[in-house]
């Protein structure tokens, strides 16, 4: 039996090695040499390092000498690469190869390169190839025929696709996607419908999409969907059309998906609701009922039973909302709720979950300077909003997060806090309201940005989380998956106490770190028990029944041990901090003396400066003054003067009279002789 041509059943070695023969490498300095000839400079050696990275390791060989730039050349990519693990450099091998030559996989020659032991090693027990991250893939079992000849076929038992093929717990990887991939977003919608994720809409370069893209859970291919709208659905004369979209929420209902709400180019007044259904591939608007609550985006929609759950966004004016709307799905009527209590700051980009059906969680969210990092609980029953004391791990202040919830836990991926995108992944137990860390990622990747999108599948009775997409610095169209392990389940049956519906009873945090969680399988004869604890640290231990009460003791003395080591250190720190708090109140005082003292001068000072302000107005008087009089004895003096003056005339006159006045008869002698 041949090897199937489908590039979704090929793993990241198989599919490595197909484009290695490809390419043209298998090896040897002349072929490798041959197969750069194929690309640009810069793309043929990169994956010349990819390849020498991807099997011999990391560059451990010496520079070559500057006279030969072809292998110094290639050396330098190679050295590049640092330590980069082999299933890395397997996956940028295959994603460059195929961003370069969407179809090479249609032109690989038959049969296909297949990896040799020394660089690609085997487990013999069961059949499957191990990978640098601890995922195993199948390998082809060889069995006889019954003339003794040899045919390949596959243990349909052991074979494991898609998602099945992630055996590690708690941990990122980026499995193997073919198909066209979808273009770079943020800010999309995503829900799961029968094994398949739905893409709609979201955010690129500031432009909203309205593609419908899907991927295959099963096969990890991706494919794209020409959805028709149905006619006779729009409730205006125009004919009916799905407008780009991002900031909306996708929610799957009867074997259906609804989009509620988004910000779009055009919006319209009040929140619209569309159906999309996978078996027709149509869009359907559908007409609803009530109050509808006003337009909006980054708001949170939770399927609550035959409800769904609408609280904040922003509107289209950019008004951040903390508003609560309930639409009911067998009636499509909106009710418009006033509840009781102190509900969360208006916000949006938040992320919000269901727990028991009656209590709605509200976390994290921005407003248009601050992200929040707190938790708001809703009975939806009494319809009361309040704050419970949270216990484990406190959360960093986020927005634009992705919650998914898996049974009693909630899980929350990635986010950003306005400077930086948040690398841990954090779990809540909601009936403890215990926060732990599940794992974190190193580096701006995708899973540490803003407006992701996580989805729950289920494979062979196990759960992963599927997460696509982001905005950190540039925009991603990158999967990965995780295969959460239940290890907040032990913690809950050990510590939680008997609650009330209130959610009023929390456990300790003193245990937090290092949750357990059994799985016991009985094998048939009743005599072998398994037990699988979950720990932080160590990863997942598979142990036996009669080991399994010494493993634990001694795992809590470890704990308590490791407590009280941060319990010392913590004593210590306190000690410093309050020497340094005393030192500091002590200069506090000394500052306070010195600054009573500048107030005391300060306060002379202005006295003296009102005295002599005093002494300045009076002397101003006695110039005013002094100006006046001396005005006054100027024109005395000139009417002295003149006075002086006007006599000096007169005597002048009189004495120049004498006897010419006499012979030309002075008028006033002849009127003294008439007399």
């Not at 980009?349 to 994290?364: M, T």
């Not at 899980?411 to 926060?435: A, P, Q, R, Y």
């Not at 003067?641 to 002849?670: D, I």
């Amino acid at each position: 039996m041949s090897m199937a041509r489908s590039v979704s059943s090929l793993a990241y070695p198989e599919r490595f090695y197909a484009a290695a023969s490809y390419v043209g490498f298998s090896g040897s300095p002349s072929s490798s040499t041959a197969a750069l000839s194929k690309f640009q400079s810069d793309v043929a050696l990169l994956l010349y390092g990819l390849y020498q990275q991807a099997t011999v390791g990391p560059c451990n060989v010496s520079k070559p000498r500057a006279w030969n730039p072809v292998e110094h050349s290639k050396w330098t990519s190679w050295h590049g690469l640092g330590n980069m693990a082999s299933i890395e450099a397997m996956r940028l091998f295959v994603k460059i190869l195929e961003e370069e030559d969407p179809a090479w996989y249609s032109r690989v020659p038959e049969p296909t390169v297949k990896p040799n032991s020394e660089m690609h090693p085997k487990v013999e027990s069961s059949g499957e190839t191990a990978i640098p991250d601890g995922t195993f893939f199948p390998e082809p079992k060889h069995i006889s025929t019954e003339n003794g000849g040899p045919i390949e076929t596959q243990d349909k038992d052991i074979i494991m696709e898609g998602l099945g093929a992630i055996a590690i717990y708690d941990k990122w990887v980026a499995p193997p996607i073919s198909g066209q991939q979808p273009k770079p977003r943020y800010q999309h919608g995503a829900a799961v419908v029968k094994d398949k994720m739905y893409i709609f809409g979201g955010n690129h370069n500031g432009r909203y999409l309205n593609d419908l893209q899907v991927l295959d859970l099963k096969s990890l291919m991706w494919s794209k969907i020409d959805a028709k709208v149905a006619k006779g659905t729009s409730e205006s004369s125009t004919p009916a059309h799905v407008a780009p979209l991002a900031g909306h929420s996708l929610i799957s209902w009867d074997d259906k998906i609804l989009s509620v709400a988004g910000h779009s180019k055009d919006p319209s007044e009040t929140v619209t609701v569309k159906e999309f259904d996978p078996q027709t591939l149509t869009w359907s608007n559908l007409r609803t009922y009530g109050k509808p609550p006003i337009s909006r985006g980054g708001q949170s929609v939770t399927l609550v039973g035959t409800t769904l759950v609408m609280f904040g966004g922003e509107d289209a004016k950019r008004s951040l909302l903390n508003d609560l709307h309930i639409l009911d799905l067998e009636t499509m009527t909106w009710d418009d709720v006033d509840a009781i209590g102190t509900p969360p700051s208006p916000r949006s980009d938040h992320a919000a979950a269901c727990h028991a059906e009656r209590y709605l969680l509200i976390f994290g969210g921005g407003s248009h300077a601050t992200c929040f990092n707190d938790l708001h609980v809703l009975d939806l029953q009494t319809m009361e909003w309040s704050r419970p004391n949270q216990q484990g791990v406190t959360p960093g202040p986020r927005a634009g997060h992705a919650g998914i919830k898996v049974g009693e836990n909630w899980f929350i991926v990635g986010g950003g806090d306005n400077k930086n995108g948040v690398s841990e992944t954090l779990v809540l137990h909601m009936s403890t309201l215990v926060w732990s860390v599940v794992t974190s990622v190193q580096g701006r990747v995708p899973l540490a940005s803003e407006g992701l999108s996580v989805v729950l599948s289920t494979c062979n009775g196990e759960d992963y989380l599927v997460s696509f997409g982001g905005y950190n610095g540039r925009y991603s169209n990158e999967v990965y998956v995780l295969k959460p392990s239940h290890k907040s389940d032990l913690q809950s049956k050990i510590f939680d106490k008997p609650t009330s519906d209130s959610m009023a009873a929390v456990i300790p945090s003193t245990n937090v770190g290092r949750d357990v969680a059994p799985e016991s399988e009985a094998a048939q004869d009743g005599k072998i028990t398994e037990i699988m604890m979950d720990n932080v640290d160590s990863g997942i231990l598979h142990m036996r029944t009669e080991e399994s009460g010494e493993r634990i003791i001694a795992a809590l003395e470890a704990e308590k041990e490791e407590l009280e080591v941060t319990l010392n250190r913590e004593q210590l720190q306190n000690i410093q901090r309050k020497q340094e708090l005393a030192e500091a109140e002590t200069k506090n005082v000394e500052i306070s003396k010195e600054l009573q003292s500048l107030r005391g001068q300060l306060a002379a000072e202005q006295s003296r400066c009102f005295k002599l302000e005093v002494d300045l107005a009076e002397l101003r008087q006695k110039l005013q003054n002094m100006e006046t009089l001396q005005k006054e004895v100027e024109l005395l003096q000139r009417q002295k003067a003149a006075s002086e003056q006007a006599a000096l005339s007169a005597r002048q006159r009189q004495n120049s009279g004498g006897v010419w006045g006499w012979l030309a008869g002075n008028p006033a002698e002849k009127s003294s002789d008439y007399s």
